[in-house]
């Protein structure tokens, strides 16, 4: 598969087959391994790096998961390829920025993408869409079990998998999800959920991790500690968080229907309105609007198949994506415009909001 | 009284005592006014206990005799700089330095979760073949014949139970 052909495949977070949900827009787990005997690759040189690179790679195209999948080196890339698979979650912006003797491998669908040399060796990510920890881990933990029967990984029996940071030891895994939280936000509830679930050990991010902004309401929250328990006991105790968070996104949606439902009426129409007929969109304001017919899809005032046009669009409206369909090297403004045609084309044909359903989930 | 807290950063008096419970466990730090001004420990969102203890941990004045991972020539200093190691074995160089940091940072200090079995099976086996490949060795030059013969079918045993494994 080639890069070319990898952006022109709808993801599994883009393709309208994968199963969406309401509030967990995705599952991510990824595990971080090492191989034994070699120079972590914050302080390798080139060589060194060159030589584990090579064996990644090896062992990554002889697994049946990645078979026909995408397999390339970082400087063969483009910026702005990089940028689209960086907007896809499947790359860091770490690894984007790597010079040499780095790269990564992608499944054909898109729901595995291996880092080689970003901080670890191996950076193993499974992303799926929906609130799916078991069915993640699953997949994660045989990819990961079929590596292993050809690379040697650093691993104490005392510390468990040895990583550059010692905040990865131990399992070296961070599980996640993607989070819609548009009622807690509204209700400025969300600083209060942060410092509770920091206490449960867990950390709420921004869309794209560690110091990004939460535009369009969406927060990642993952488990900050990954010594002294096993793999298993991380996701039941990250899945109960999340099932709270879950119940109280919908209080709180309740409560603000219940209280002020012309607000937040007021709030989806006018985006609705915006999105099919402006002419200038940023890309945070894109993500807010779309947000909020999320949000009137869970309300019950659009038809539920169109929350995967919604997910689709959270991606295909960032800057990476819009600049690659347009062919042209573009200026911010001129990505605006193209923008909001885009959305206007996709919002001529979407579903009119029907306020007269009442209907509360 | 016993002498004033020193801040965990600079050694300067501590006047600002913070608890922070993540996990069901407390967490200390003392700074002194300055650190937990530069520190950002005044607000709330925008601080990182984790951070922070990991670069408590390594006072300068402890680390002043400077210690090198053998395997990769990486020193504390450099952990100080990066706040990452320079390769597994340096888990074992540093260890007295890890330990109390790692108390802070995780849940437990004793991995409980999955292990890499065929990986150290391999090991074992590699590390076994070895130590046989160097006994028969040693064998053949002192001239104990019968030995020799023993370690030799010794490894021929080990080499055909884990022919497959072997392979790569």
Same mark, same amino acid.
């Given at each position: 598969?080639?890069?070319?052909?990898?952006?022109?495949?709808?993801?599994?977070?883009?393709?309208?087959?994968?199963?969406?949900?309401?509030?967990?827009?995705?599952?991510?787990?990824?595990?971080?391994?090492?191989?034994?005997?070699?120079?972590?690759?914050?302080?390798?040189?080139?060589?060194?790096?060159?030589?584990?690179?090579?064996?990644?790679?090896?062992?990554?195209?002889?697994?049946?998961?990645?078979?026909? %999948?995408?397999?390339?080196?970082?400087?063969?890339?483009?910026?702005?390829?990089?940028?689209?698979?960086?907007?896809?979650?499947?790359?860091?912006?770490?690894?984007?920025?790597?010079?040499?003797?780095?790269?990564?491998?992608?499944?054909?669908?898109?729901?595995?993408?291996?880092?080689?040399? =970003?901080?670890?060796?191996?950076?193993?990510?499974?992303?799926?869409?929906?609130?799916?920890?078991?069915?993640?881990?699953?997949?994660?933990?045989?990819? @990961?079990?079929?590596? =292993?029967?050809?690379?040697?990984?650093?691993?104490?029996?005392?510390?468990?998998?040895?990583?550059?940071?010692?905040?990865?030891? %131990?399992? %070296?895994?961070?599980?996640?999800?993607?989070?819609?939280?548009?009622? *807690?936000?509204?209700?400025?509830?969300?600083?209060?959920?942060?410092?509770?679930?920091?206490?449960? %050990?867990?950390?709420?991010?921004? *869309?794209?991790?560690?110091?990004?902004?939460?535009?369009?309401?969406?927060?990642?929250?993952?488990?900050?500690?990954?010594?002294?328990?096993?793999?298993?006991?991380?996701?039941?105790?990250?899945?109960?968080?999340?099932?709270?968070?879950?119940?109280?996104?919908?209080?709180?949606?309740?409560?603000?229907?219940?209280? @002020?439902?012309?607000?937040?009426?007021?709030?989806?129409?006018?985006?609705?309105?915006?999105?099919?007929?402006?002419?200038?969109?940023?890309?945070? =304001?894109?993500?807010?609007?779309?947000?909020?017919?999320?949000?009137?899809?869970?309300?019950?005032?659009?038809? @539920?198949?169109?929350?995967?046009?919604?997910?689709?669009?959270?991606?295909?409206?960032?800057?990476?994506?819009?600049?690659?369909?347009?062919?042209?090297?573009?200026?911010?403004?001129?990505? @605006?415009? *193209?923008?909001?045609?885009?959305?206007?084309?996709?919002?001529?044909?979407?579903?009119?909001?029907?306020?007269?359903?009442?209907?509360?989930? | 009284?016993?002498?004033?807290?020193?801040?965990?950063?600079?050694?300067?008096?501590?006047? &600002?005592?913070?608890?922070?419970?993540?996990?069901?466990?407390?967490?200390?730090?003392?700074?002194?006014?300055?650190?937990?001004? !530069?520190?950002? &420990?005044?607000? +709330?969102?925008? /601080?990182?206990?984790?951070?922070?203890?990991?670069? $408590?941990?390594?006072?300068?004045?402890? !680390?002043?005799?400077?210690?090198?991972?053998?395997?990769?020539? /990486?020193?504390?200093?450099?952990?100080?700089?990066?706040?990452?190691?320079?390769?597994?074995?340096?888990?074992?160089? /540093?260890? !007295?330095?890890?330990? +109390?940091?790692?108390?802070?940072?995780?849940?437990?200090? &004793?991995?409980?979760?999955?292990?890499?079995?065929?990986?150290?099976?391999?090991?074992?086996?590699?590390?076994?073949?070895?130590?046989?490949?160097?006994?028969?060795?040693?064998?053949?030059?002192?001239?104990?014949?019968?030995?020799? $013969?023993?370690?030799?079918?010794?490894?021929?045993? &080990?080499?055909?139970?884990?022919? $497959?494994?072997?392979?790569?």
């Amino acid at each position: 598969m080639t890069i070319a052909s990898l952006i022109a495949t709808p993801s599994e977070l883009t393709d309208t087959a994968s199963s969406k949900c309401a509030i967990v827009l995705m599952t991510r787990i990824r595990l971080a391994r090492n191989l034994a005997g070699n120079p972590f690759p914050g302080w390798a040189r080139e060589g060194q790096r060159g030589v584990v690179f090579e064996t990644c790679r090896e062992a990554l195209a002889a697994t049946p998961q990645m078979k026909r %999948g995408l397999n390339v080196a970082i400087d063969e890339l483009s910026d702005l390829e990089k940028q689209i698979l960086v907007e896809r979650h499947l790359i860091s912006r770490e690894l984007s920025g790597a010079k040499s003797a780095a790269g990564v491998v992608i499944s054909r669908d898109q729901t595995l993408s291996v880092m080689i040399n =970003e901080e670890d060796h191996l950076r193993i990510q499974v992303l799926r869409a929906g609130f799916q920890l078991k069915k993640t881990w699953n997949a994660i933990n045989d990819l @990961d079990s079929a590596l =292993e029967n050809v690379l040697d990984y650093a691993f104490s029996p005392s510390l468990g998998y040895l990583t550059a940071c010692p905040t990865n030891l %131990g399992t %070296g895994m961070r599980a996640s999800a993607m989070m819609h939280l548009p009622a *807690l936000v509204i209700s400025n509830q969300m600083e209060k959920v942060v410092r509770a679930v920091n206490q449960l %050990g867990m950390v709420v991010r921004g *869309l794209f991790g560690e110091g990004s902004d939460a535009s369009g309401s969406i927060f990642q929250i993952s488990n900050q500690t990954t010594l002294g328990e096993s793999e298993e006991e991380i996701i039941k105790r990250l899945g109960s968080v999340l099932n709270s968070i879950i119940e109280h996104e919908q209080n709180a949606r309740a409560k603000l229907m219940e209280s @002020d439902a012309a607000k937040i009426y007021d709030k989806i129409g006018r985006a609705y309105g915006i999105l099919q007929h402006s002419h200038l969109l940023s890309s945070g =304001e894109a993500m807010n609007l779309l947000s909020l017919l999320r949000l009137g899809i869970d309300l019950g005032l659009f038809p @539920d198949e169109s929350r995967s046009v919604i997910d689709r669009l959270f991606i295909e409206a960032q800057p990476g994506h819009i600049q690659h369909a347009s062919q042209h090297d573009l200026e911010t403004n001129q990505r @605006d415009i *193209l923008r909001a045609e885009r959305l206007r084309a996709e919002f001529a044909a979407f579903a009119k909001p029907d306020f007269s359903r009442n209907s509360q989930n | 009284m016993a002498s004033p807290l020193k801040c965990d950063l600079c050694s300067k008096p501590a006047t &600002v005592h913070l608890t922070q419970i993540v996990n069901n466990k407390i967490h200390k730090v003392d700074l002194c006014e300055a650190c937990a001004q !530069a520190k950002g &420990v005044t607000d +709330p969102s925008g /601080f990182s206990l984790s951070d922070l203890l990991l670069k $408590a941990s390594l006072n300068p004045e402890a !680390a002043s005799e400077t210690m090198r991972c053998e395997h990769c020539g /990486f020193t504390q200093n450099d952990f100080k700089k990066h706040g990452r190691f320079g390769c597994p074995h340096c888990y074992e160089t /540093f260890s !007295a330095m890890l330990e +109390p940091m790692l108390d802070n940072m995780h849940k437990g200090t &004793v991995h409980t979760g999955k292990v890499p079995q065929k990986a150290l099976e391999r090991k074992n086996l590699h590390d076994r073949l070895t130590q046989l490949e160097v006994s028969l060795d040693d064998a053949i030059k002192s001239e104990r014949y019968e030995d020799a $013969a023993r370690y030799r079918d010794e490894i021929n045993q &080990v080499k055909q139970a884990f022919g $497959a494994k072997l392979a790569r």
